[in-house]
């Protein structure tokens, strides 16, 4: 008797072992995560080797394992090349055993990887891309946009500027698809709010000379010159527009997406006053600054908000798959949606069913010269917009996720 209550007891336990090993699967042994990034073109400064070294530093804040397996971060350079990009993610999906893509700065390639991850039943994890289209029309049950989007970089900035009298627009766009998209969403709120667009300029991303664009900004005679393009471009345009004394003849200049490096590359003197939205600063709280300090001695710069975003939703997804119990896609995303986001960065912050993260935005100006006490201390935070006034409502979207 007492030898079959034995052999069923230890039956009972191989099954409960059993069962936990069959749940807590990860594909090929290794959760692999790719950082496909700008390592050597105009966006390097904002995302590149900060977005990697980022990721590895989610890694090491979550442990080196998830579900007792190891986690392998790699990185690509996709050169802001689209063609480059996707094949990049096709080689990582066919050879490399890649589970996750990371970052992807540049909108056109983002989209195109981000229809890639559908049909491959993988995850992307955006940070660095800002087309509101990702969580709009294109939506995908298997990307997640963690940090920004033109939706709430135009509706925040814009909101701002025009209630401190800037009623007349002029935008200097770059000719691509994030850039197209920010300059649409930045014009509906500025009519919506009473302004007027009295015109614009595109112009080609890599582009050294602004000095036609700025003086054609100039002679608009309108209120605000608005900047619709991202890294060195919008570097050169602010710079080379204070040259021509924009500023000094009373128009306002507003970086419609522009990061701390900008600001830096550009310098005090020239930026000051500009207004920018941001998904995160530096120099927030305790906690950011001793994070960040940690990040600059391994970069030498402090993060952007598309590092800050790289960190946060690696972060998630590896506690998405410790939830889960397995890297599989579905399940995994379920959890990251059901999980709240909480890094360093990121308090509150939810994940909805379109891809989009809920989280606050920061209306921010850049100081001045004297106003500016540190390396690097170069915003003043003017307003906190909780997400759910920030992002597109649920009753704006097209995304068919939202309306099951």
Known sequence: ?????????????????????????????????????????????????????????????????????????????????????????????????????????????????????????KIALLSGPGASSLTDELCSPNTVHFTYDTYALSKVTASAVIKEGGKSWYFITADYAFGQQLEKDATRFINEMGGKVLGGVKHPTNTADFSSFALQAQSSKADVVAFANAGQD????????GEFGLVQGGQKLVGLLMFDTDVHAIGLKSAQGTYMTTASYWNMDEATRAWSKKFFARTNVMPTMIQTGVYGSVLHYLKGIKAAGTDDPAKVMAKMRELPIEDTFVHGGKLREDGRVIRDMYLARVKTPEQSKEPWDYLEIVKTVKGEDAYRPVSESKCPLLKK
């Open 1 to 121: 008797m007492r030898g079959l209550l034995a052999c069923a007891m230890l039956a009972a336990m191989t099954s409960t072992i059993m069962t936990s090993a069959a749940s807590a699967q990860v594909s090929d042994d290794v959760v692999r995560i790719g950082v496909l990034t700008d390592l050597s073109s105009w966006g390097r400064d904002n995302s590149g080797p900060g977005s990697v070294e980022a990721a590895k530093m989610a890694v090491e804040e979550f442990g080196p394992t998830v579900l007792g397996k190891p986690i392998e971060i790699i990185s690509a350079d996709h050169q802001m090349k689209t063609d480059v990009g996707v094949q990049i993610v096709r080689g990582w999906f066919d050879n490399g055993k890649v589970d996750a893509v990371v970052d992807i700065p540049n909108s056109g390639i983002a989209i195109a990887v981000h229809n890639m991850v559908r049909e491959r039943n």
């Open 234 to 241: 919008t570097d050169n345009a602010i710079k080379q527009s």
